[in-house]
C-alpha cells in the first residue's frame, strides 16, 4: 500500500513538472515575441560619456517581467505583488522623464515596508532590526538597478538567483518572472537589443528582497541570498569607495568591478560569464547545507574579485586630461 501511494506521489509530480515545463516554455515564447513587438514604441536610451553602449538602445523591456507576474497570479496566487504598484510606477515614470532620486527612495522606503508588513516572516524582535532590514530592502533596489550596465549582466545574475531559489526552497511562483527574464535575455546578451530600463531592475530587486524575507530562519535566507554575492558585493563596494572618495552615490558612473573590467578591455560576454559562473558555483554550494563550505566558496569568489580588480580592471579612480 505504501509503496503504491509512493508511485502514485512520484507520478503527480512528473505531471506538475511536465506542467510547470510546459508554462515556462509558453510564457518565455510569448514573452519574447511580446518584446520584439513592443520594442518599437519604447524611449530610446541615449548613449553618453557613462554609458557601456555607443548607440541609441530602447529602454523599458523589462515590462515584461511587471506583465507575465501580474498576468500569472491567478495561477501563481502571488497576491503580495500588488505591494510593488507604486515602485512600479515610479520607476515606469523614471524611465520616460528621470524623477529625483530623493523621489524615487521616497517610494521605495515605502515599497519596503509594505514589503515588510505582508511578507515578513523572519524572527525579529526588536526595531533596530526592522529598521536594519527597511534600509537593506532599499538597498537591494538600488544595487540591483546600479547593477544593470552592461549588456546580459543582471537578467543573468537574476535568472540563476530566482531559479536558487524556486529550486532550495521549492518555490514555484517566481517561474513566470523566470521565463520573462529568459526571453529577455535573448534580446539583452551582448550585443543588446534592447534594455530592461528601471521598471525591470527595481522590480527584480524587490521581488528578490520579498522571497528573502518570507524565509523563516536566517539560515535559509543566507543561503537563497548568496546567490547574488558577486553583483552585490560589487556595488556596496562601489558605494563604499564612493562615499569615502567625496563622490555624489547617487550621479551614474562607471567605477563598478564589472564596468571597469569592460573598459580595461574585456567584452561584455566574457564580465557577464564571469559574474555569472560565480553566482552558478555559489548556488551548487548551498546545496551541500554547509555553512562552511559556502563560506569557503564565498571567500573564494571575493579573491578572484580582488584579483581582477588588482591585475586587470581599469583604476578607480579616473584620471583627468
Known sequence: MLTKNYVNLQVVDMYFLILRSFIFIFITIISYIFLVKISPFLVKDIPNSRSSHNK???RGGGIVFVLVSFLSIPITKFYSLFTLIPLILTSYWDDLFSLSPKIRYVVQLVTVFLILHFNLNLPINNFIIYFFILIIGTAIINFTNFIDGIDGILASNMLIAFLHLSCLNQDYKLYP??????AFLFLNKAPAK?????????????????KIIELSDYRTAFLSLSAVFPIYIDTTICVIARFCNKENIFVSHKKHLYQRLVTS????????????LSSALICLSCYTNNIKIVSIILILIFFIGLLLNYFIASSFIERKN
Open 56 to 58: 541609441p538602445i530602447y
Open 177 to 182: 518572472l523566470m521565463a520573462g527574464i529568459l
Open 194 to 210: 534592447l534594455f530592461m530600463g528601471d521598471i525591470g531592475s527595481t522590480f527584480l530587486g524587490a521581488i528578490f528582497f520579498m
Open 265 to 276: 578591455g574585456l567584452s561584455h560576454n566574457k564580465v557577464t560569464i564571469i559574474y555569472s
